[in-house]
């Protein structure tokens, strides 16, 4: 299945949450000079026009990034991103709500930290949006797009030759079995690289999916697991994500101080008195 397409949902809480997280682990890794790999399984297109239909058919970045870009408060763990996103929208008029054009994917937000000591490695399998990523790489250096499965493409660039790494695994769960098939691929990536740092995105549908997931790591062998939730509304039995989550595997050290005044921000900007979330070590060093 192939139907699933990122632009009807760029910007919104979910983003917020993941891509706020992802400018934290790659800001940390520029702080050392030696260069790293950043692998991602399910690249998206690298930018989104909020201003196209399908972003205008949903409007959730309107409930999402646009209540946070214009704020003149925020944690300070959140300024690489907001940053990040303002220098993309330099004609924002910061005066007025959800006046954005462009969306950051994940490989737009790489671009912006990835230097001439990185390299950089996309997958995408979705024959319209490979075109729009290959697009946004063009004259990007040490960058490898290929239209090919992630999960597959990860295990065989691991180890990377520096031994440093961070990989995002975000797929659109449009399968059940992504749920088990994306911890798997980090499960078996963590017995070739251990100390690499590994972000698995995933939604809140149905609770059960996601107790399979942490039920998963815990009899693995995977070390130092944190995980991230924020859950707009109440879980439910009807079809819908309530809310999103994050694990990650090697964290950096400060990673869980910064989310834990990040999360109540979200809660107070983007939720209501039914948004709920969750910060916890779901697996020791």
Same mark, same amino acid.
């Given at each position: 299945?192939?139907?699933?397409?990122?632009?009807?949902?760029?910007?919104? /809480?979910?983003?917020? $949450?993941?891509?706020?997280?992802? #400018?934290?682990? $790659?800001?940390?890794?520029?702080?050392?000079?030696?260069?790293?790999?950043? +692998?991602?399984?399910?690249?998206?297109?690298?930018? *989104?026009?909020?201003?196209? &239909?399908?972003?205008?058919?949903?409007?959730?970045?309107?409930?999402? +990034?646009?209540?946070?870009?214009?704020? !003149?408060? /925020?944690?300070?763990?959140?300024?690489?991103?907001?940053? $990040? %996103?303002?220098?993309?929208?330099? #004609?924002?008029?910061?005066?007025?709500?959800?006046?954005?054009?462009?969306?950051?994917?994940?490989?737009? %937000?790489?671009?912006?930290?990835?230097?001439?000591?990185?390299?950089?490695?996309?997958?995408?399998?979705?024959?319209?949006?490979?075109?729009? =990523?290959?697009?946004?790489?063009?004259?990007?250096?040490?960058?490898?797009?290929?239209?090919?499965?992630?999960?597959?493409?990860?295990?065989?660039?691991?180890? !990377?030759?520096?031994?440093?790494?961070?990989?995002?695994?975000? !797929?659109?769960?449009?399968?059940?079995?992504?749920?088990?098939?994306?911890?798997?691929?980090?499960?078996?990536? *963590?017995?070739?690289?251990? #100390?690499?740092?590994? %972000?698995?995105?995933? !939604?809140?549908?149905?609770?059960?999916?996601?107790?399979?997931?942490?039920?998963?790591?815990?009899? @693995?062998?995977?070390?130092?697991?944190?995980?991230? &939730?924020?859950?707009? @509304?109440?879980?439910?039995? &009807?079809?819908?994500?309530?809310?999103?989550?994050?694990?990650?595997?090697?964290?950096?050290?400060?990673?869980?101080?910064?989310?834990?005044?990040?999360?109540?921000?979200?809660?107070?900007? $983007?939720?209501?008195? &039914?948004?709920?979330?969750? =910060?916890?070590?779901?697996?020791?060093?």
């Amino acid at each position: 299945m192939l139907s699933y397409r990122h632009a009807f949902h760029a910007g919104n /809480f979910a983003d917020v $949450l993941k891509h706020s997280v992802l #400018t934290l682990v $790659l800001d940390y890794m520029c702080r050392k000079e030696k260069g790293f790999h950043y +692998i991602d399984s399910h690249s998206g297109a690298g930018m *989104y026009q909020l201003t196209d &239909e399908y972003s205008q058919k949903t409007g959730e970045y309107k409930d999402g +990034i646009a209540k946070l870009v214009n704020e !003149p408060n /925020f944690p300070d763990a959140l300024q690489p991103y907001i940053n $990040l %996103i303002q220098e993309l929208n330099p #004609t924002n008029d910061l005066n007025k709500k959800n006046e954005l054009d462009l969306y950051p994917g994940s490989p737009g %937000i790489a671009k912006r930290f990835m230097r001439r000591q990185d390299s950089t490695h996309l997958f995408e399998l979705h024959p319209t949006d490979i075109q729009h =990523l290959n697009d946004f790489c063009y004259r990007w250096k040490k960058v490898f797009v290929k239209q090919s499965d992630g999960y597959q493409g990860i295990l065989g660039l691991l180890p !990377p030759p520096n031994r440093r790494g961070v990989v995002l695994i975000d !797929p659109p769960y449009e399968l059940k079995e992504d749920y088990h098939k994306a911890v798997d691929t980090i499960v078996k990536a *963590y017995k070739k690289f251990a #100390t690499g740092t590994y %972000i698995l995105w995933y !939604p809140v549908v149905k609770r059960e999916q996601v107790n399979s997931m942490e039920q998963a790591f815990i009899y @693995s062998d995977v070390k130092n697991l944190l995980q991230l &939730e924020f859950c707009l @509304s109440p879980d439910t039995d &009807e079809y819908g994500m309530t809310g999103t989550g994050l694990f990650i595997v090697n964290p950096p050290w400060q990673l869980a101080k910064q989310m834990a005044e990040v999360l109540p921000y979200l809660k107070e900007k $983007l939720g209501s008195s &039914e948004t709920q979330f969750t =910060l916890k070590q779901l697996i020791a060093e």
